[in-house]
């Protein structure tokens, strides 16, 4: 029945106990027996209500003993849950995206730039450690990894996809197929990958033939950057893709290397 009472107070919603003396079964009441509420005391059952000490202040006006922890819930409400782990361990390149106390466990995500390969979502095992072998973020992009510039972020990738493929695994890490606002970012790009290659950008004329927009944001681009006689590929030549250090006008289900950009 102590340990029934240590669960308890280590819950800051926990107001009273019933515990089965015969079947050594706990039960944790959110609430006190009063006029309206009638709780379990008889031959089988123990009710026993908990104050909550002191020694730790939780939020505002919220208090956690030592067996448990202060947590802030998406409720915006603060709450003490118990302490049956150590804190999750970081993930090199990586971050907690979910996180449970009851049952304790945690899902990882992987930063831009990384993926995650393994299992992502690992429980508490006994003994107060985590599982996470086997689960690392591996990086994806190429030709120096992630680039910033003004602000963004930049992820080559050298997987062939299609020009809607490539797009939705942008979507996928949070991005898009990259957008180009200027001659100088055109430039500074261009200056990342190799002369020769083609990548994925995200300028495409497939809802109305010869009007090219951007795929995110939707708008026209404000300093086209087409190599002579592009575009020229008429309805054939629909995706636009970074070559040579200018845009040219490829079809959409050509498998191609892209650019992320966050």
């Known amino acids: 029945m102590q340990m029934c009472l240590k669960e308890c107070e280590a819950f800051s919603l926990c107001s009273s106990i019933n515990f089965h003396r015969k079947l050594f079964v ?40 030592l067996q448990s922890k202060c947590i802030h819930t998406t409720f915006d409400q603060f709450v003490c849950m118990p302490v049956i782990c150590s804190d999750p361990p970081n993930i090199p390149n990586g971050y907690i995206a979910q996180q449970t106390f009851s049952p304790p466990s945690v899902t990882y995500g992987c930063d831009f730039g990384y993926i995650g390969v393994g299992n992502n979502s690992t429980s508490c095992v006994p003994g107060k450690n985590w599982n996470t072998e086997g689960y690392k973020c591996a990086p994806i992009c190429v030709y120096g990894g992630v680039h910033s510039y003004g602000g963004k972020k930049y992820c080559v990738v050298q997987w062939y996809r299609s020009w809607m493929n490539a797009k939705d695994y942008c979507y996928q890490i949070n991005a898009h197929l990259m957008e180009i606002e200027s001659a100088e970012e055109q430039n500074w790009i261009a200056s990342k990958v190799p002369g020769l290659g083609s990548f994925w950008i995200g300028l495409t004329d497939q809802e109305t033939e ?16 087409w190599l002579d006689g592009q575009p020229g590929g008429g ?28």
């Open 210 to 225: 010869g009007i090219w927009r951007w795929s995110h944001s939707h708008s026209a681009p404000q300093n086209p950057q």
């Open 235 to 262: 309805t054939v030549q629909n995706c636009a893709m970074l070559y040579k250090g200018g845009w040219n006008d490829y079809p959409c289900d050509s498998n191609q290397f892209f650019i992320c950009e966050k």
């Open 26 to 65: 706990c039960e944790l009441n959110s609430h006190r027996k009063d006029g309206n509420i009638s709780l379990i005391n008889d031959q089988d059952y123990v009710y026993l209500e908990i104050s909550h000490p002191n020694n730790r202040t939780c939020g505002t006006g919220v208090t956690c003993n």
